[in-house]
C-alpha cells in the first residue's frame, strides 16, 4: 500500500502544515529531553489529533460487482480458488479491489488511532471520549 495515500500536504494549507510540525517537534523535544513521560507523551498526541477527529471517519468500502458477488456467493471453496488470474484483470474487478484495499487500510489505520486515542486520553474527559467512542462505533457496524 506504500505509495497509495496522498501526502498530507495535499490536504491541507501550507500554514497548517508549519503548525502541524511545530506541535510535533515540540513534543519530540519535551520527550527527548525528559520533561514529560511517555505516557504525558501519548495523552498530547491523542489530544492534538482530537483536533482531526473529522480525519478519522470511516472510509465506505466501494460497492462490490456483481463477478465479485457471484463469486462470493459459491458454496465450494475449492471452486472458489481454482479462479484464473484473468478474472482478477477484468475492467470492473480490478479498480475494484484497489479501492477496497484503498479503504480497508484507511479503516485499519484509522481505528488503531482511534483505540490508541480511546486508551490514551483519561476516562473522566467524558466528552471527548464520547466523540471517540461515537466514531468507533461506525466501525463496528
Known amino acids: 500500500m506504500r505509495g497509495e495515500c496522498e501526502p498530507i500536504t495535499h490536504i491541507i494549507d501550507q500554514a497548517e502544515f508549519t503548525k502541524i510540525r511545530q506541535v510535533r517537534d515540540g513534543l519530540l523535544y519535551k520527550i527527548r529531553d525528559k520533561k514529560i513521560t511517555m505516557a504525558d507523551f501519548d495523552r498530547e498526541c491523542a489530544y492534538w489529533a482530537l483536533a482531526y477527529l473529522n480525519e478519522y471517519k470511516f472510509t465506505p468500502?466501494?460497492?462490490?460487482p456483481t463477478q465479485i458477488v457471484e463469486y462470493q456467493n459459491r458454496k465450494r471453496y475449492d471452486v472458489k480458488f481454482r479462479v484464473?488470474?484473468?478474472f482478477w484483470q477484468?475492467?470492473?474487478?480490478?479498480?475494484?479491489?484497489?479501492?477496497?484495499k484503498i479503504a480497508r487500510g484507511r479503516n485499519i489505520s484509522n481505528g488503531s488511532w482511534l483505540e490508541?486515542?480511546?486508551?490514551?486520553?483519561?476516562?473522566?474527559?467524558?466528552?471527548?471520549?464520547?466523540k471517540i467512542q461515537e466514531l468507533l462505533l461506525e466501525y463496528r457496524q
Open 61 to 64: 468500502y466501494p460497492t462490490k
Open 84 to 86: 484464473e488470474d484473468k
Open 90 to 100: 477484468q475492467d470492473e474487478i480490478k479498480p475494484y479491489m484497489a479501492s477496497f
Open 116 to 130: 490508541f486515542m480511546k486508551n490514551s486520553i483519561p476516562a473522566e474527559d467524558t466528552p471527548n471520549q464520547e
